[in-house]
């Protein structure tokens, strides 16, 4: 706008003026008789093509085009010049009548760079008459290009929306609404904001960001957004959420409990919250590890959003019986609220031995010994003691056991029914106490027909009643036994033709049986309890002849 300032100014004087249409250079003054279409003032010529070049700069100071745009088009304006020239370029709307008016009227948008290239857009909703003016800014005389295009804009614009720049959640009611709207031939003009879609707020400029301030209670909110284009193109709804929340989290749980001791110099602190947290403000110290001292202990961060638990493992091993302090830091959830102080606690590490247990048999008869053995490592002071449990009973001390200087330890059990064992260390000041896995021995029952040899095969007559006797030990507690009786069928082999599930008395139950012609064999099973494992006969064979 200096330009149009000094080119007015230099105008002014009405004999300057005078001297310049006296010369044939033909300036538009307000009042002045010229031709009805003036090319120097407003009403301009009517513009005669798309593209028209001239003379400008020097004693022409102006040329006015007159152009008619369609309502809902884009008026596109471009200028060259000839080299050195400065040419710049003015657009007037209907209201206009003297480009020399001061202050101007109806001047719309202008483009007045250094050069005489220039340019022009501008969209028009309603359409009318426009008024092109290109000006000589400078003493030096040249041509010039002008390329005029009037374009209709039918194609709305796009628009997208952030809020608070993608957060999933917010503790302030007032976010940062982020608006990118692009469109291609007239520009962004407008934009609408609504919370359900439907109902839309007042009109207002567009403008890239904006502050919007959500009512009600905590929970889920959205914003919905449109613009419209300078052609009065309304774009299709954006819509961006994020969660009010102005509740902090809280601690669920936490490991190792406060004053407790954990096996292991390196052990893995766990604390687990009410919701999901930040993740940069637990892995950004959210866990303090001090000694005695009020040194820091560094080490690794972890986090697990399936359980929003906070891991935590020292980097060097910690001194075993040493209290450490254990504090939160500053942990705030995805809306930014912070974790309340919980104070500091103490853990103590401990040294932590391993311990194997392995046996020689799984399963034995009733009465065996079963060889026990394994190692402790490293080798700690205290005592190991050899646990068992019978049946489903619980953990009991069996007996102390020694080590060797390698931690190696020994022990032959006899066992009478299922027993679990395990290997118990009740630790010390610097080791924690520790427990092998534990490995069961099954025995099982004695089952069996009374008086019959199962290595041979008894040859009976057809429909002979057959008397036999099972017997079972031991004999306490009664167990069901079933009797399967299986025949030989050509082409299929052995079938099971019958079975009965009797409960022994005093260990035997007496059953009777009339095989027929062909071959059998008999088997007695009883199920597993928790003090013995299932058993089985051998198979008892017979001939029907």
């Known amino acids: 706008m200096t330009q149009i300032v000094v080119q007015r100014v230099r105008r ?3 004999l300057a003026l005078a001297a310049l249409i006296a010369a044939g250079s033909v300036v538009a003054l307000p009042g002045t008789a010229l031709a009805q279409d003036n090319p120097h003032n407003i ?9 028209v070049s001239g003379l400008l700069g020097g004693p022409i100071y102006d040329v006015v085009y007159r152009v008619e745009v369609p309502a809902g088009h884009v008026l596109f304006v471009s200028m060259t010049g000839t080299e050195g020239t400065d040419f710049d370029l003015y657009l007037f709307d209907a209201s206009a009548t003297n480009i020399y008016a001061e202050p101007p009227v109806g001047l719309v948008k202008s483009s007045t760079g250094p050069t005489s290239t220039e340019s022009i857009t501008y969209a028009s909703i309603g359409g009318g008459t426009f008024y092109i003016d290109l000006s000589g800014a400078t003493n030096v005389e040249g041509t010039y290009h002008l390329v005029v295009q009037v374009l209709p804009d039918t194609q709305p614009p796009r628009v997208t929306l952030s809020l608070d720049g993608g957060a999933p ?3 302030n009611p007032a976010v940062t609404a982020t608006v990118v709207a692009t469109d291609n031939l007239s520009g962004v003009a407008t934009m609408q904001f609504s919370e359900d879609g439907v109902i839309w707020g007042q009109t207002e400029p567009y403008v890239p960001t904006v502050t919007w ?3 009600g209670p905590d929970g889920p909110r959205t ?6 284009d300078r052609a009065g193109n309304v774009s299709s709804p954006a819509r961006a959420s994020i969660t009010l929340d102005r509740v902090p989290p809280t601690v669920l749980a936490r490991s190792p409990n406060a004053g407790a001791t954990v096996a292991g110099l390196r052990p893995v602190f766990s604390v687990q919250f009410s919701e999901p947290i930040k993740v940069s403000t637990w892995t950004n110290v959210g866990l303090i590890l001090q000694d005695a001292s009020g040194t820091i202990v560094y080490g690794t961060y972890g986090y697990d959003p399936g359980t929003d638990t906070g891991t935590f493992m020292p980097a060097v ?31 103590t590490p401990l040294l932590g031995a391993s311990l194997s247990l392995a046996r020689s048999a799984r399963v034995v008869p009733r009465g065996n010994a079963v060889a026990l053995m394994g190692q402790m490592a490293p080798v700690l002071g205290g005592s190991l003691i050899l646990e068992e449990a019978i049946g489903s009973g619980p953990f009991l001390p069996l007996v102390p056991l020694g080590t060797a200087a390698n931690g190696l330890y020994s022990w032959l059990a006899p066992v009478t029914s299922n027993t679990w064992f395990r290997v118990y260390y009740g630790g010390s000041a610097v ?12 025995v099982r029952r004695q089952v069996g027909l009374e008086g019959v040899n199962a290595a041979v095969t008894r040859r009976v007559a057809a429909g002979t009643r057959v008397v036999l006797t099972a017997v079972v030990g031991p004999t306490d507690p009664p167990v069901p036994v079933t009797l399967s009786i299986y025949r030989y069928v050509p082409g299929h082999g052995y079938v099971l033709a019958t079975a009965v599930t009797r409960t022994t008395v005093g260990g035997h139950y007496t059953f009777s049986w009339h095989p027929g012609r062909g071959a059998y064999y008999l088997r007695l099973t009883t199920a597993p309890t928790p003090l013995f494992a299932n058993g089985f006969s051998p198979a008892y064979r017979w001939v029907g002849e």
């Open 213 to 215: 301030t959500f009512s």
């Open 12 to 14: 002014a004087p009405a």
């Open 43 to 51: 009403p301009g010529v009517p513009l005669p093509t798309s593209t």
């Open 431 to 442: 080791a924690a106490e520790a427990f092998s896995p534990a490995v069961r021995v099954l």
């Open 317 to 347: 091993p910690l001194q075993p019986g040493e209290p450490y302090v254990v504090s939160i830091g500053t942990v705030t959830d995805l809306a930014g609220n912070q974790v309340p102080p919980l104070g500091s606690w103490t853990v």
């Open 223 to 228: 914003l919905w957004v449109r613009v419209t």
């Open 169 to 171: 959640a917010t503790n």
